[in-house]
C-alpha cells in the first residue's frame, strides 16, 4: 500500500496550473541597469530586508524579483538594506516594467476569472465584455505599477511583465 501525501486544497493552489516560480531578470526596484551589474556583489540582503520576500537570487548570484511568490508594496525596505548603492532608493523609484495578459487568461476562454483585477490596488486592469459572453481584460498602462499583484493571483499565470522605455522623467515614452 502507497502513503498519502498531503495535497492543498486550497482554491488558489487548485487553480495553478504550475507551481515552479518564474525568475524572468526583473532587478529589485530602484536598481540602476548601467551600474548594477558592477555594484552588486551577491550578499543578499536586499532579499533578507524584503518583507514580502520576493527578491530572490537569480543564476548570477544577484537578486531578481519572483512575483510567484508575492506583489512588491515598494517598501523601498530592500534599497536601504543596499550598502553598495546597487539599489539606491534616493533616487526616483523608475520601475520599467508593466504587466501583460496573454491568451492563456481564463476569462478569454471564457470561463468567468477576476483575481486580477480583484487585487490590482490602482484599478490599472479592467475587463470589457465581448461577444460571445467572454470577458476581455483591458490594462491601462499609466496606472500600472508593475507591483506583481496580477500576477500573484492569476490561476492561469496568463500575467507576464515587459520593460519598457522611461522618459527623463521617469514616464513610458
Sequence with gaps: MSEKTAVSVSRRAFLKLSTEAKVDGMRPPWAAENSFSELCTGCNDCAKACPEKIIVLAGDRRPVVDFSLGACTFCSACADACATGALDPSTDLAWPWKAEISNACFSLQGITCRA??????????????????????????????????????????????????????????
Excluded at 125 to 131: A, D, E, K, M
Excluded at 136 to 148: A, I, K, R, W
Design 116 to 173: 486580477c483585477e480583484d487585487v490590482c490596488e490602482p484599478r490599472a486592469i479592467r475587463f470589457r465584455l465581448t461577444l460571445g459572453g467572454k470577458s476581455e481584460p483591458v490594462l491601462d498602462f499609466g496606472q500600472c505599477t508593475g507591483c506583481g499583484a496580477c500576477s500573484y493571483a492569476c490561476p492561469a499565470k496568463a500575467v507576464s511583465f515587459k520593460m519598457i522605455q522611461l522618459d527623463q522623467e521617469g514616464g513610458p515614452t
